[in-house]
């Protein structure tokens, strides 16, 4: 039971809420960071940092905090982990903290991670609290570098370029002309508007299978399906030709009549026979 519900706290920030393409929150980083798959990543991984450690600890002092005073006292505990991560980033990242820039500190107005502080970890226990923090910050990193990708890749005919532009695999060869608007904020635009677009048609499409899917559940358990029947001895869904090739219900009562007929009829040719005998 707790694994379901863990498994379905993911699949929430994940997929089905994703922060980026359903919510559409946080889209300042969301449309200035997403320039190269590198930068998304760091953007990723830092918010995924600060939305695990700031859902814990607010989780574990929910009921300590006024309600008059809980939006404040959240910014406050965002803002210290928020500045960790921005000093880890300067000492072992350099590279990242130059291509960011303020949008590391920025995180701390994040609403993204203000949201789910206010929405689920002030009202959940630490463990639920971290799983969603996880979730979210990988469906938020998730959405960064699909956008960043397609930036990357149609801006320079290359991705996994370094934070400073160096390196990089070439996916394009020489005859590729980069398209440079996909690393303006026009094409930030463009993108993010085509990947979402994408999603709700897929999202949509996956809504209408599961209904159709339900609908004609609905008619097997009832009998009414046109070409489809559940097997009465194994339970299987089968075409309905394949039963009526085999022939009878076994457990139909006209099947146990012509089983007694066959059964009297070989009691009276025996009979028959012993008399002329």
Request: one cysteine or more; charged letters at 20%; a negative charge.
């Amino acid at each position: 039971m707790e694994k379901n519900k863990y498994l379905s706290i993911f699949k929430e920030g994940v997929l089905t809420n994703n922060p980026t393409f359903v919510q559409l929150l946080g889209m300042c980083p969301t449309l200035a960071t997403t320039t190269s798959i590198s930068n998304a990543i760091g953007m990723g991984a830092a918010v995924i940092v600060v939305l695990m450690c700031s859902n814990l600890f607010i989780s574990l002092v929910r009921k300590l905090i006024p309600k008059e005073v809980r939006i404040a006292s959240y910014i406050v505990i965002i803002s210290g982990f928020v500045t960790a991560v921005e000093l880890l980033i300067k000492a072992f990242f350099p590279a990242i903290d130059a291509a960011l820039g303020l949008f590391i500190p920025l995180i701390v107005v994040n609403c993204i991670i203000l949201a789910r502080a206010e929405a689920f970890a002030s009202k959940n226990a630490p463990l639920p609290s971290v799983i969603d923090g996880l979730a979210t910050g990988i469906g938020f990193t998730g959405a960064l570098t699909c956008i960043a990708a397609v930036r990357e890749l149609l801006g320079t005919g290359m991705l996994f370029a370094s934070s400073d532009g160096t390196g990089g695999i070439r996916i394009f060869g020489e005859w590729f002309t980069p398209i440079t608007v996909f690393l303006l904020p026009a094409g930030a635009f463009l993108t993010l508007g085509f990947l979402i677009a994408l999603v709700q048609k897929i999202t949509a499409t996956s809504i209408e299978r599961k209904r159709i899917h339900e609908l004609e559940l609905d008619a097997l358990d009832a009998g009414y399906h046109k070409t489809l029947m559940r097997d009465p001895e194994t339970g299987k869904v089968v075409k309905k030709a394949d039963i009526l090739t085999v022939g009878m219900d076994p457990a139909d009562p006209r099947e146990e009549n012509k089983k007694d007929d066959a059964e009297f009829l070989d009691g009276e040719n025996k009979d028959t026979k012993g008399e002329n005998a």
